[in-house]
């Protein structure tokens, strides 16, 4: 079975620019959740979802960040306009109910 | 705010030796869970204890878990060079809220 895909790997921006990171999660899972991981602050839940329906975006940092959940099979995190402050690796996860999570790749961004 | 934080923050052991992590955490929990890490890729999730369990196995690792003291370890038996990766405890956010807090994890590196 495949397991959560994110996409891109790595994405290099200048500042300003606005920058979209996707995520298919695994086939059946309920619950999504966008994650970001830096050296200062470690790993920082921004936002989830149950059954498409975004929960809890109480970790987003400010109006420059969004997620949208469109359907069961796909998301995304966008940052317009992106900032030096945003570097950082992107996670997302998803689960069967609220539990054990399952993480991709991640997404490696540099804002310039 | 952190819930969970590992301790120490990173260790460096030879193969074969035991590793022991722990954590501590704030809030009352309903679970906790630990995490590997290896460089560069996502989490993966390694075993989850429940606030009811004081004790659980999974092959060469050990978690136990004191409520009283809201603290957890994770020991890792026998150890090899690939369970070099960073280690994570991650607990339940509470209050219902779903999704986790993580700390800042160990560092495990497995001398040869």
């Known amino acids: 079975d495949a397991g959560v895909i994110q996409s891109p790997r790595h994405e290099v921006t200048e500042m300003g620019q606005e920058v979209t990171l996707r995520c298919k999660p695994i086939s059946g899972h309920d619950y999504l959740f966008w994650y970001r991981q830096t050296m200062m602050r470690g790993l920082e839940l921004l936002i989830y979802?149950?059954?498409?329906?975004?929960?809890?975006d109480s970790g987003m940092p400010e109006d420059r960040f969004s997620a949208k959940m469109p359907n069961a099979s796909f998301s995304t995190l966008k940052i317009q306009p992106s900032e030096p402050r945003d570097s950082a690796v992107y996670f997302c996860?998803?689960?069967?109910?609220?539990?054990?999570?399952?993480f991709g790749p991640g997404t490696r961004l540099t804002v310039l | 705010s952190q819930q969970g934080e590992e301790d120490p923050q990173a260790l460096s052991i030879q193969e074969g030796e035991n590793a022991t992590m722990n954590c501590s955490y704030k809030?009352?929990?309903?679970?906790l869970q630990w995490y590997r890490q290896n460089s560069g890729r996502g989490l993966v999730h390694l075993i989850l204890?429940?606030?009811?369990?004081r004790e659980k196995h999974s092959g060469r690792l050990r978690v136990t878990l004191d409520t009283s003291k809201k603290s957890s370890s994770l020991l890792i038996t026998a150890s090899r060079a690939a369970d070099t990766a960073s280690y994570f405890c991650?607990?339940?956010?509470?209050?219902?809220?779903?999704?986790?807090?993580f700390g800042k994890g160990t560092h495990l590196i497995i001398q040869p």
């Open positions: 809030t009352s929990i309903n679970n």
């Open positions: 204890i429940r606030s009811n369990e």
């Open positions: 996860a998803s689960s069967l109910g609220a539990n054990t999570q399952y």
């Open positions: 979802f149950n059954n498409n329906v975004p929960i809890d």
């Open positions: 991650a607990t339940d956010r509470g209050g219902g809220a779903d999704g986790l807090t």
